[in-house]
């Protein structure tokens, strides 16, 4: 079986062609800037990249080119579309509808769009690249997979706000959390390296978004991310945890609208808003290494930020067993991990920093020594195989 699976953004497409036989990505790339002038196709195949330039008025246009990309002669993957057996869609946002990979359905498209208000910047996008699906390729079974899905599992006491309780029951006001996809994968992975499922991880997805999630025997108790994206950490852009008071105080001095200062929590916070410089890490880090004084500030509470969520997941789950890095930040910078793994040794931690710094990219790496009570990883995460997994078991139970 061969699963295409697509992360439609709200000008982009993400997609990924796999085998499921050795679950090998047979071809990849990303589709920019549709229905915006000098779209672009960029195709990886083999090691290979290749850039195709079209103007792509939607998404079903830019499905199309990807489509015809995959099937060329010379830089293609598949003679014909019916190598693709199934298409597997990831969705930001399944509420309190969908917590698992579902089949799409009319009626799971009515729905979707009912959740659009929780998720107005991608939802729309998402529906967009189910429907594109669906219009090209007849017949093909989509199945959608949730962002919010593995965070179901999460108790009451977890995932609701101390606000009136009938924000909770009109509204839909409560935690969801996001980067599901990614803690499931990690979980799942954590289970096949040690042989045990009955564990308690906390998972760091680190990355320009960034959260952290409480798992405990296989399922999420309690993760970072809120109603939105914007709680939690603080992230490349994001601001993460503030008094909500500081929305009115600021907007009173500076006659801003909500709907602004929201966007500037979102798009103008974070790394880039402490630092003034970027919301890149790397060049935050380059900036303190040179003398910066407010890219310093920002590393700092990054890193702060993290050791602190573990702390407080570690008290919720009665202890931790292992604790894993993911994710752009998370897979790549040593500091970071270091940096937060310090004078974690009341944990149970006995963090190897030679084997952190001597890391593999692209690989599983223990990062704690051997007789460390606690587990320390740096596991790369793969939510595109999870879709790719979770679509090719719901095609083949729905027969």
């Not at 298409?87 to 009515?110: M, Q």
Request: glycine share 10%; net charge positive; with cysteine.
């Amino acid at each position: 079986m061969k699963v295409l699976v697509i992360n439609a953004g709200s000008s982009s497409i993400k997609y990924q062609l796999i085998d499921m036989k050795n679950e090998n990505v047979v071809a990849k790339g990303l589709v920019e800037k549709i229905g915006i002038p000098d779209s672009q196709l960029t195709h990886k195949i083999n090691g290979q990249a290749y850039e195709i330039k079209k103007d792509l008025k939607d998404h079903a246009e830019g499905l199309k080119l990807v489509l015809k990309t995959l099937q060329d002669p010379k830089i293609g993957a598949i003679k014909s579309l019916d190598e693709i057996d199934a298409i597997g869609h990831r969705v930001l946002h399944g509420g309190t509808l969908y917590s698992t990979a579902t089949l799409v359905t009319p009626k799971v498209i009515k729905d979707l769009e009912k959740l659009i208000p929780l998720g107005p910047l991608h939802m729309p996008a998402n529906i967009e690249g189910i429907k594109a699906c669906q219009k090209v390729m007849k017949g093909k079974p989509n199945v959608a997979l949730f962002d919010t899905g593995f965070h179901a599992t999460m108790p009451d006491y977890a995932s609701t706000y101390a606000v009136p309780y009938e924000w909770k029951e009109k509204y839909g006001v409560r935690k969801y959390g996001f980067h599901g996809m990614s803690h499931e994968f990690i979980a799942s992975e954590v289970a096949r390296i040690t042989g045990k499922k009955n564990l308690r991880i906390i998972n760091c997805h680190i990355g320009n978004g960034a959260s952290v999630c409480a798992i405990k025997n296989g399922k999420c108790v309690d993760t970072s991310m809120g109603l939105t994206p914007l709680e939690g950490l603080m992230m490349g852009t994001r601001c993460g945890d503030i008094d909500p008071a500081v929305a009115e105080f600021v907007m009173n001095k500076t006659g801003m609208s909500i709907s602004e200062f929201i966007n500037i929590a979102n798009k103008k916070s974070g790394f880039l808003g402490v630092s003034g410089v970027t919301n890149d890490i790397r060049d935050v880090m380059k900036a303190m290494n040179e003398g910066n004084a407010r890219a310093k500030l920002a590393y700092d509470m990054f890193n702060y930020r993290i050791k602190k969520y573990i702390g407080s997941y570690a008290a919720a789950m009665g202890g931790v067993d292992v604790i894993v890095f993911t994710a752009g930040s998370g897979e790549n910078r040593d500091e970071v991990r270091e940096e937060v793994m310090k004078d974690m040794e009341f944990l149970g931690v006995d963090f190897d920093e030679k084997a952190n710094k001597n890391f593999k990219r692209g690989e599983v790496n223990l990062l704690s020594k051997k007789k460390s009570k606690v587990k320390v990883y740096m596991i790369p995460t793969n939510e595109e195989l999870l879709i790719a997994r979770e679509t090719a078991r719901v095609v083949k139970n729905s027969k």
